[in-house]
């Protein structure tokens, strides 16, 4: 699971572009929970695994896209909490 977060985050930050100073412990990171979001998102859209749960790794391609996804919703979370602290100032 580390090797594959490793390597779903780190193609995320390749794909998605803009500057992440992120750690490899935070890359592996974001690879992991995009796993889970991409097991998620596979158990939504296509039913799969439905024994399993919503809760389920996925493989290497689900993982990268909700590595992608993951990216992209912290960074939003990131400009929208900078802006609100630029305009309190």
Do not use: C, K
Not at 11 to 23: E, F, I, K, Q, T
Not at 39 to 47: E, K, Q
Request: no cysteine; net charge positive.
């Amino acid at each position: 699971m580390i090797v594959l977060g490793l390597i779903a985050g780190a193609v995320a930050r390749l794909v998605v572009p803009g500057r992440d100073p992120m750690s490899i412990p935070a890359t592996i990171l974001l690879g992991v929970v995009g796993s889970f979001i991409g097991g998620l998102l596979g158990y939504v859209l296509f039913g799969h695994d439905l024994s399993e749960g919503a809760l389920q790794p996925s493989g290497i391609i689900g993982s990268i896209i909700g590595a992608i996804a993951a990216l992209l919703i912290w960074r939003a979370v990131q400009s929208r909490g900078h802006s609100r602290t630029h305009a309190r100032h």
